[in-house]
């Protein structure tokens, strides 16, 4: 046997202690931010912020964005950056589901997930098993998708009610956006809200407690490591990319069923809204790093943020100005406590 | 070599110099000196603050403190620009040249010449300056118009040492200038030191291969745990007691004669070939063996053992584990079936160096642990096994969450090893398992090595540091151009046998 005694751990006179307000800061992360917004907009309005009303509208308004955050913190964990191909991913989803109203409605909504899925694994095949270049590919295959979709339906947007010939079809497509849960015990939830919420926790579960997420994050970490450590690299970004497209997909039919119309302009700028929320929750371009709790902080921060400003009257192009500060502000804390805790 | 009187005073002044890293204090008050005219070795393990204090002089850091005298003049050193300006000169380990450009660019970086009024670079003039300081190294030979590319590694890290005698240096510092060059480029290497002290030039010496601090160094400065132990002339010394000085204990004699017991044969492969890297390689391992695969770099090595786990293809020949066939189309198929390889380079592929501790050790068996898809990292079971792999090679410190990046090299070393531990693998192959790793912790991966060979494991050892080998391998292979041209048993593995084999020569050639 080796001289295994020989090597007793040695008392190590180098140790500090660490700065306690950033293990703090970098604890909590954004929900500092959540939390000063919160104070904020007591003091601004103490007579309706803490409202049920208004909280259900902050929810309301960051659904969407939301529910494909969700999907879109997995590209992003996996260090594939962004999926620059969101926004047709949503208008695609929604256009098919809306064209499928004439069959009838579960056919719509089935058939608009399998629009995006199918979007999903395109992506995930190219740049999963092809390794082409996550931005350039995503951002030709919008292109792609933009045309193909003006092509098959000539440009033109499409309405539920002229799709279909049966008018309560087209209700119950316009209801879903509409529809309130709790009434029962005196509640308005959305159930746009409940959804986002309910994909949040399946999120977490995830990337947290199953091993694609687990590998997922070795591999956003370091694609070389994940492939000698044994990982099926291209398996596991398929399935990154497939869950992004599944939640664009669900965001997609809700943004049909509440603009009413399906519409290759539908999800425009959701590429960019959505990447901002999941870095303000902590996530990094560079991968591997962040959690879902940290994201939906992340959304929460953009839809008070502007409830606050809102609140307040700024008019809506000094919003952009607060919100880029604010969000600058954000980024610099959060790499300023890591770099003090020797994390980044 | 003769001091006059008035230039004996000192290069390089540091004066209890501190830096504080979050959770640590990595160099505590340091004294430092270097006189004009020698070389001076700095020694610890890893983690012990040289690069700290080395970084400190290159001007990385702004909150230092303590005084920094450079010829008895006091300088604040907060940006590698005043570190230049003030004549410090830094050669890295890993070469900061950029490859594709060629050479009289990269020497002359920031700093190019030009017409007269013009912003365009006078090339004639650029090419002419950069063959001097080619002379001054010894490589008036080369063409400064070549990229770096095409050059070897022993001239780029010469074009390297060129390119800081460029700015004027007074003081120069290298850090591991050896750690890739063969024993004859070495030679050279040194010659060139031995000018650039003749100059007058202080150097600061940084190297764990004790046999060359002997040989090029006049003085020696050991740390420890952020501080100085010692500072003193290298003819009142020896290896051992610099070794005690820097591990802080007494060092049982290096490698240990081990009773192997060699069991049934577990792996063998035969006439494996890739084309243009190996050719028609036959081996066997037994169980309990340490098998060790020697030759010179570039002789395919690293390369037989990608292939052999299904990173690289395979182009002809057949693998049996346990007398089944087997061929794996990735390297899951080789987790799955036992078979481990800890990659060269833990920074490239072997540790995902923003994750923590756990992660790393577990990430080659998340999947085998994991429950109809499920994972807890959390869980009681993978916490201990966690936390019995670092006790068992001693990672400092002991914290499962601590990222990677900010452990020194030689616990990311240890690190890797838990990963491919955690495993639990039938066949482990290790390619250089202790590359730039302190004599500390490379005693506790020896260990961990013997006692997995000694549970039944077949290990196959791939290594240019010849002591391991040597100290290591029960018997080795030797590779050469892509072509196994001899075997070394225990009785004659010496340092000398294996450097003959490996050049093709000596009694233990037969192919």
């Given at each position: 046997m080796p001289n295994s005694t020989n090597t007793t751990v040695r008392k190590d006179t180098r140790t500090q202690e660490m700065n306690k307000f950033m293990v703090i800061v970098n604890r909590l992360g954004i929900y500092v931010v959540v939390a000063l917004l919160l104070i904020a907009g007591q003091c601004i309005r103490p007579d309706k912020f803490f409202t049920f009303s208004n909280i259900n509208s902050v929810l309301q308004a960051v659904s969407l964005t939301g529910i494909c955050a969700v999907g879109l913190a997995f590209i992003v964990y996996s260090a594939n950056f962004n999926d620059m191909s969101l926004p047709m991913t949503i208008?695609?989803?929604?256009?098919?589901?809306?064209?499928?109203?004439?069959?009838?409605?579960?056919?719509?909504?089935?058939?608009?997930i399998a629009a995006g899925l199918l979007m999903g694994a395109v992506n995930g095949f190219v740049i999963g098993k092809l390794r082409a270049h996550p931005i350039i590919w995503s951002m030709a295959f919008n292109f792609v998708m933009s045309g193909i979709v003006r092509w098959a339906w000539a440009g033109n947007q499409i309405y539920p009610d002229t799709i279909t010939e049966n008018a309560a079809t087209a209700e119950q497509f316009y209801a879903l956006a509409r529809t309130y849960l709790g009434k029962s015990i005196g509640l308005q939830i959305p159930l746009m809200v409940v959804v986002m919420l309910v994909m949040f926790v399946i999120g977490h579960v995830i990337l947290t407690y199953t091993s694609f997420g687990n590998q997922l994050k070795i591999i956003g970490s370091n694609y070389d490591v994940g492939r000698l450590s044994g990982i099926n690299c291209a398996r596991v970004v398929f399935i990154a990319y497939m869950i992004n497209a599944l939640c664009a997909a669900i965001c997609g039919i809700f943004l049909a069923s509440l603009s009413k119309v399906g519409a290759y302009y539908n999800g425009e700028g959701y590429d960019f809204e959505c990447v901002t929320a999941v870095l303000l929750g902590g996530m990094t371009l560079a991968g591997g790093k962040g959690n879902m709790v940290g994201v939906f902080g992340g959304v929460l921060t953009v839809g008070l943020l502007t409830n606050v400003m809102n609140l307040l009257g700024i008019p809506t192009f000094n919003q952009y100005l607060v919100q880029g500060v604010v969000f600058l502000f954000i980024v610099w804390i959060n790499t300023n406590s890591a770099r003090k805790l020797g994390k980044s | 070599m003769a001091i006059s009187k008035d230039t004996q005073e000192y290069a390089l002044e540091m004066k209890a110099v501190s830096k504080q890293f979050p959770g640590t204090l990595a160099v505590n008050k340091v004294d430092f000196q270097v006189k004009k005219g020698e070389v001076h070795a700095l020694l610890g393990e890893n983690g012990a603050g040289k690069s700290t204090l080395m970084k400190m002089l290159a001007g990385s850091?702004?909150?230092?403190?303590?005084?920094?005298?450079?010829?008895?003049?006091?300088?604040?050193?907060?940006?590698?620009?005043t570190?230049?300006?003030?004549?410090?000169?830094?050669?890295?380990?890993?070469?900061s040249l950029a490859r594709p450009i060629s050479?009289?660019?990269?020497?002359?970086?920031?700093?190019?010449?030009?017409?007269?009024?013009?912003?365009?670079?006078?090339?004639?003039?650029a090419v002419a300056q950069a063959k001097e300081l080619l002379a001054q190294v010894g490589l008036e030979h080369i063409d400064p118009e070549m990229p770096i590319?095409?050059?070897?590694?022993?001239?780029a890290q010469l074009v390297e040492i060129a390119k800081v005698l460029g700015n004027d240096p007074k003081i120069i510092v290298m850090d591991e200038p050896t750690s890739a060059l063969s024993s004859e480029e070495v030679g050279r290497l040194f010659r060139i030191v031995e000018q650039l002290k003749a100059r007058g030039l202080a150097i600061v010496y940084i190297s764990h291969h004790l046999a060359e601090i002997f040989t090029v160094a006049d003085r020696v400065t050991v740390m420890r745990d952020g501080m100085k132990i010692t500072t003193c002339d290298i003819g009142d010394t020896n290896p051992q007691q610099l070794i005690e000085m820097m591990v802080g204990r007494s060092v049982s004699e290096f490698y240990k004669d081990r009773e192997s017991t060699v069991g049934d044969e577990l792996f063998r492969v035969?006439?494996?070939?890739?084309?243009?890297?190996?050719?028609?390689?036959?081996?066997?391992?037994r169980a309990g063996e340490i098998m060790g695969i020697t030759g010179l770099a570039g002789a395919g090595r690293s390369e037989l053992?990608?292939?052999?786990?299904?990173?690289?293809?395979?182009?002809?020949?057949?693998?049996?584990?346990?007398?089944?066939?087997?061929?794996?189309?990735?390297?899951?198929?080789?987790?799955?079936?036992?078979?481990?390889?800890?990659?060269?380079?833990?920074?490239?592929?072997?540790?995902?160096?923003?994750?923590?501790i756990a992660d790393n050790a577990m990430s080659a068996i998340i999947y085998r642990r994991s429950k109809f898809g499920f994972y807890n990292a959390k869980s009681p079971a993978n916490r201990n096994l966690v936390k019995e792999l670092i006790q068992r090679l001693v990672v400092y410190p002991a914290q499962p969450e601590r990222p990677v990046n900010n452990l020194s090299g030689g616990n990311q070393q240890k690190v890797l090893l838990t990963k491919w531990l955690a495993m639990?693998?039938?066949?482990?192959?290790?390619?250089?398992?202790?590359?730039?790793?302190d004599v500390g912790a490379k005693e506790v991966i020896h260990n961990a090595i013997r006692s997995l060979a000694a549970a039944g494991s077949a290990v196959i050892l791939i290594s240019s540091d010849l002591p391991e080998m040597v100290g290591l391998a029960d018997r080795a292979v030797v590779l050469r151009n892509g072509y196994i041209i001899g075997e070394v048993d225990r009785e004659d593995m010496s340092e000398q046998n294996l450097l003959l084999a490996a050049n093709g020569e000596g009694e233990h050639v037969h192919a």
């Open positions: 208008a695609f989803s929604g256009m098919v589901s809306v064209q499928l109203l004439q069959y009838n409605f579960v056919l719509s909504i089935l058939g608009g | 850091f702004t909150d230092y403190t303590g005084d920094i005298y450079v010829l008895g003049e006091k300088v604040q050193l907060h940006s590698p620009a570190a230049k300006a003030a004549g410090i000169g830094m050669i890295y380990q890993e070469l050479i009289y660019e990269n020497l002359l970086v920031g700093r190019l010449p030009v017409h007269k009024g013009l912003p365009f670079v006078n090339r004639k003039q590319s095409e050059i070897s590694q022993c001239e035969e006439d494996l070939s890739r084309w243009g890297f190996f050719h028609h390689v036959n081996f066997t391992v053992a990608r292939a052999i786990v299904g990173v690289d293809q395979i182009d002809d020949g057949k693998m049996y584990l346990r007398g089944q066939e087997v061929r794996f189309r990735n390297m899951h198929e080789a987790i799955d079936a036992g078979i481990g390889y800890l990659t060269e380079s833990r920074k490239t592929d072997g540790l995902a160096l923003t994750q923590s639990e693998p039938s066949v482990l192959i290790l390619d250089e398992p202790t590359r730039g790793v």
